[in-house]
């Protein structure tokens, strides 16, 4: 019992830390990706600007010849160890250097015209768009500090020597892009993490499933031995009597401890043959003796029976037409109302009533005991199976009658339902598909 609810307990908490960790990889990745978008984007604006300044360039006495700008730029290098150079983020240097540079031109070139942030922010929508990135809002300008329409947004600056902002623009927050590139590692996660929860709880439901018949078994196996230890001893008692006080001239007393012996005897070969008739390749191999069979006197029968053992007040009604017949094996259809009629009696107070009603399509027992908790009817006719209070059982048995109930039922042919409602009672109801070949 410790040792599955600690597996359990580690089996949570793996699997909670599996989504932690996976939960915070993706959002580390979602950062990341963010990250590569404003910097692209930062690109895109510095790009954007130049172009911008460039257009505005041309016709004025720096640009006279449209048909091209020449800009000269020295790159410097770094000296490796094996003698060659290295550029270090050669492309963004020069993209900074061209904009301080064509900044510085814009500012003391007088003929050109004041700058039109409307061309800059198309210009830098199709800058972005050769990028895959394509923002809802752009608005782009040289004015510092926050503008309250904009406070959701992402903020862009392209910044001078000094490090203050040349040019700020503001786009909507590329989420969509985001998650659109994620996709693939979002859906791949989530199904392994779908399939080994699944797999963890298959694996949790069936541990628990062959705790539960290791549980019947030794339930099963305590309990048999207790039923089996009171006859034998019975038997065992008078068998030891007859040997130590044998009195060839007391007749009577010897006859009644024989007998004493065989109904001890019977009892457990009774019990026996019962606990061999719960095997499936019994059951399969088991030829019912199908004949008609009048239902009234049958029940009668068995009714008797169990008002004789019941050790409890109980009234059992019968509600079945005299006329009433029914195509049955007449022994084990005794041995299935016996079982039924008897677990009203066990569960029950100290005294119950049961109503039996039958006509040709069904038989129903009514009782009026301590029901069936929701919880256990749908087990009730496994083998094995018995209802317990918490760790205890409160009535004896094997835990065999209601699945061979159900088994005899199904080999006709018949189903068998239960209603049951705790502390009120339970109803059994066996309806005769007669017109079903058996």
Not at 169 to 196: D, E, H, N, Q, W
Not at 280 to 293: A, G, T
Request: net charge negative.
């Amino acid at each position: 019992m410790k040792r599955f609810r600690y597996i359990t307990i580690t089996t949570l908490v793996v699997i909670a830390i599996m989504v932690v960790a996976n939960i915070v990889y993706l959002h580390s990745f979602y950062n990341s990706i963010k990250e590569q978008s404003i910097q692209t984007a930062t690109e895109c604006l510095r790009r954007a600007d130049i172009l911008e300044i460039i257009s505005r360039m041309k016709g004025t006495s720096v640009g006279e010849d449209d048909s091209f700008i020449r800009l000269t730029l020295m790159v410097q290098g770094e000296k490796t160890t094996d003698g060659s150079y290295e550029y270090p983020n050669l492309l963004e240097n020069i993209d900074k250097t061209m904009s301080l540079y064509f900044h510085f031109i814009a500012s003391n070139t007088p003929d050109m015209n004041p700058r039109d942030f409307s061309d800059v922010e198309h210009i830098y929508r199709k800058e972005l768009s050769g990028f895959g990135l394509a923002p809802e809002d752009v608005m782009v300008t040289d004015i510092p500090g926050e503008s309250p329409a904009f406070e959701k947004h992402w903020k862009i600056k392209v910044n001078n020597a000094e490090g203050e902002p040349i040019v700020i623009g503001y786009i909507s927050p590329l989420s969509g892009y985001i998650f659109r590139r994620m996709a693939g590692i979002i859906i791949t996660s989530a199904v392994i993490l779908l399939l080994m929860s699944f797999l963890i709880w298959y694996l949790l439901h069936w541990v628990g499933k062959l705790r539960s018949i290791e549980q019947m078994k030794d339930d099963f196996t305590h309990n048999m031995t207790h039923e089996l230890k009171t006859p034998v001893a019975v038997a065992y008692s008078a068998a030891d009597s007859m040997l130590r006080y044998y009195d060839q001239s007391d007749e009577q007393r010897n006859k009644r401890l024989l007998t004493i012996i065989m109904q001890r005897l019977n009892f457990l070969s009774g019990m026996i043959e019962n606990i061999l008739s719960m095997s499936m390749e019994r059951f399969k191999s088991m030829q019912l003796n199908i004949e008609k069979v009048r239902l009234r006197p049958l029940v009668e029968e068995v009714v008797g029976m169990i008002e004789m053992k019941a050790g409890k007040p109980a009234k059992i009604e019968i509600y079945i037409p005299e006329n009433v017949e029914i195509s049955t094996d007449s022994l084990h259809f005794g041995n299935v109302i016996s079982n039924l009629l008897d677990n009203a009696v066990k569960y029950s107070g100290d005294a119950v009533e049961i109503k039996i009603y039958g006509d040709n399509n069904e038989i129903s027992i009514s009782d009026n005991g301590i029901g069936i908790p929701k919880g256990s009817l749908p087990y009730i006719f496994d083998k094995f199976y018995r209802v317990t209070d918490g760790d205890r059982y409160e009535v004896g048995g094997y835990g065999l009658g209601l699945y061979y109930v159900k088994q005899i039922s199904e080999m006709q042919g018949w189903s068998i339902s239960v209603i049951s409602e705790e502390n009120k009672g339970t109803t059994f109801t066996i309806k005769f598909n007669r017109d079903e070949k058996r």
